[in-house]
C-alpha cells in the first residue's frame, strides 16, 4: 500500500518544490533608500529656534560663554567669574541659584522646561 504514501507526499514535494524555487530566485530587491534620508539637515535639532544655548543654559542672546562680545561687556561691568571664565551672574557653578532664573525665562517663552546643559 505504498501509493497511498506517494500520493500524499506528492503534494507536499511539490510545495516544498515551490518555495525552495521561490527563494532561489534571490533578486536583489533592497535598492539604497539611504538617499531619501539625507534630505533632513539637522542643523538646530537642540534648540526650537536657537533662541537658548543649551549648553550654557541662557538665552543665546545673553550667553557670555557663546558670545566674546557680549564676554568683553560682562568683563567691563565686572560680571565676570574668573574661575570658572564665563560672566559671574551666569556662573551656575558658584551660583547653582541662578539658574532657576534663566530656566524660568525659558519656562515662560515654552511652557515646558529647558533641556538639560550639556556640561
Ligand atoms: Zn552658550
Ligand atoms: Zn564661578
Given at each position: 500500500?505504498?501509493?497511498?504514501?506517494?500520493?500524499?507526499?506528492?503534494?507536499?514535494?511539490?510545495?516544498?518544490?515551490?518555495?525552495?524555487?521561490?527563494?532561489?530566485?534571490?533578486e536583489?530587491?533592497q535598492?539604497?533608500?539611504?538617499?531619501?534620508?539625507?534630505?533632513?539637515?539637522?542643523?538646530?535639532?537642540?534648540?526650537?529656534?536657537?533662541w537658548?544655548?543649551?549648553?550654557?543654559?541662557?538665552?543665546?542672546?545673553?550667553?557670555?560663554?557663546?558670545?566674546?562680545?557680549?564676554?568683553?561687556?560682562?568683563?567691563k561691568?565686572?560680571?565676570?567669574?574668573?574661575?570658572?571664565?564665563?560672566?559671574?551672574?551666569?556662573?551656575f557653578?558658584?551660583?547653582?541659584?541662578?539658574?532657576?532664573?534663566?530656566?524660568?525665562?525659558?519656562?515662560?517663552?515654552?511652557?515646558?522646561?529647558?533641556p538639560?546643559?550639556?556640561?
Amino acid at each position: 500500500m505504498n501509493w497511498k504514501h506517494g500520493l500524499m507526499l506528492l503534494p507536499l514535494l511539490a510545495a516544498a518544490y515551490m518555495v525552495g524555487c521561490g527563494q532561489t530566485a534571490n533578486e536583489p530587491t533592497q535598492t539604497t533608500q539611504e538617499a531619501a534620508h539625507t534630505e533632513s539637515s539637522e542643523s538646530n535639532t537642540h534648540t526650537h529656534d536657537g533662541w537658548w544655548c543649551v549648553e550654557h543654559g541662557v538665552p543665546e542672546e545673553q550667553c557670555g560663554q557663546c558670545s566674546a562680545k557680549l564676554a568683553a561687556e560682562f568683563q567691563k561691568k565686572g560680571d565676570w567669574c574668573k574661575e570658572h571664565d564665563r560672566p559671574e551672574s551666569q556662573c551656575f557653578i558658584c551660583h547653582p541659584e541662578l539658574a532657576t532664573k534663566f530656566t524660568a525665562l525659558y519656562e515662560a517663552k515654552y511652557g515646558e522646561q529647558p533641556p538639560k546643559p550639556t556640561e
